[in-house]
Nanobody, 115 residues
Framework: QVQLVESEGGLVQPGGSLRLSCAASGVSRSIYAMGWYRQAPGKQRDLVATITSDGTTHYADSVKGRFTISRDNAKNTVYLQMNSLKPEDTAVYYC?????????WGQGTQVTVSS
């Protein structure tokens, strides 16, 4: 049973930084891709960033230049470094792992950007 455990989010002031991590356990084969999604109140869950096993990354336009996704394949862990945070980044952030054809989700962690 694959499980994803995310680090705690938190309250950050605008312009601040926060790093999220997500570790996958119960993995018996290679994880094709890992990523982060977010869901603000009353909105759909949207992609933030993804990274494949060979390091190819993809970002939502809204976070390009501010967020960086990285991955430690040996630890089955993905990270999201978030800089220059804005109030509109406030959301529940979810980790996802793709072990094709299956997708697994973390429980979500709240990130609030507010002064």
């Amino acid at each position: 049973q694959v499980q994803l455990v995310e680090s705690e989010g938190g309250l950050v002031q605008p312009g601040g930084s926060l790093r999220l991590s997500c570790a996958a356990s119960g993995v018996s084969r290679s994880i094709y891709a890992m990523g982060w999604y977010r869901q603000a109140p009353g909105k759909q869950r949207d992609l933030v960033a993804t990274i494949t096993s060979d390091g190819t990354t993809h970002y939502a336009d809204s976070v390009k230049g501010r967020f960086t996704i990285s991955r430690d394949n040996a630890k089955n862990t993905v990270y999201l470094q978030m800089n220059s945070l804005k109030p509109e980044d406030t959301a529940v952030y979810y980790c996802q792992a793709q072990l094709l054809p299956y997708h697994y989700w973390g429980q979500g962690t709240q990130v609030t950007v507010s002064s």
